[in-house]
């Protein structure tokens, strides 16, 4: 079979082929898990070779640990977006949490993938040379706007900035990982633009109502 333009394009673009790989990669784990996905497959559906993907991640354990870094790689890079040291301390914190909200409501394979290395108890990701220093900007961004807020008298004190992450992602994170057993116990469907939309805002009410004076 003739090689396509795009196989042509992205075969002469190292970081274009290393992309392709980990976007199929990704959904190809949050889907079958580790054990479940194969290789084979994966490279069915990109515009490489099963060759090219031991070639960039030397195995199959070597490219699940490079999706899982590129997963958290993906929502922290668009927090660093939001500017959120320019906004007022309420507004800031608003706007954190309904970004998780969305962000892991419209990408439902990182939570997948999260829930997926906790079921090997983090054995993998505990291999990852960067994945701290991906996540912990984010624990600074929500230290800088507790301090501004507590400063302000807007936020009560003694609250661990570690901790309202936690809280943070347990609330947005639970929307996702069990929105089929709670819709299907409580004949609520958890996804729909209406519910979604009303949880979105309890989540935010939430976490706001626990930091406030």
């Not at 190809?28 to 099963?50: P, Y």
């Not at 220093?133 to 009560?156: M, T």
């Amino acid at each position: 079979m003739p090689r396509t333009s795009a196989a042509v394009s992205r075969s002469n673009d190292p970081a274009a082929t290393r992309q392709n790989i980990l976007d199929v990669a990704i959904r190809e784990f949050a889907k079958k898990g580790l054990a479940g996905a194969r290789i084979d497959e994966i490279a069915a559906q990109t515009a490489t070779s099963k060759r090219m993907i031991y070639y960039y991640f030397q195995s199959k354990q070597g490219l699940y640990l490079a999706a899982l870094e590129e997963s958290y790689r993906g929502i922290r890079q668009i927090e660093g977006t939001l500017h959120l040291e320019d906004l007022p301390p309420i507004e800031a914190m608003r706007t954190l949490v309904g970004f998780t909200f969305d962000y892991e409501s419209q990408n439902q394979d990182f939570v997948r993938l999260v829930m997926n290395e906790n079921m090997h108890y983090g054995h993998y990701l505990k291999q990852s040379d960067t994945i701290n220093d991906v996540n912990w900007p984010v624990i600074s961004s929500i230290r800088d706007i507790y301090a501004r807020g507590c400063k302000e008298n807007l936020f009560r004190t003694g609250l661990d900035p570690v901790d309202i992450h936690a809280s943070i992602s347990a609330l947005c994170f639970y929307n996702v990982s069990n929105q089929y057993t709670f819709s299907l116990i409580f004949r609520r469907d958890m996804m729909s633009p209406g519910a979604s939309a009303k949880r979105r805002t309890s989540v935010i009410d939430m976490i706001l109502r626990y930091m406030q004076v």
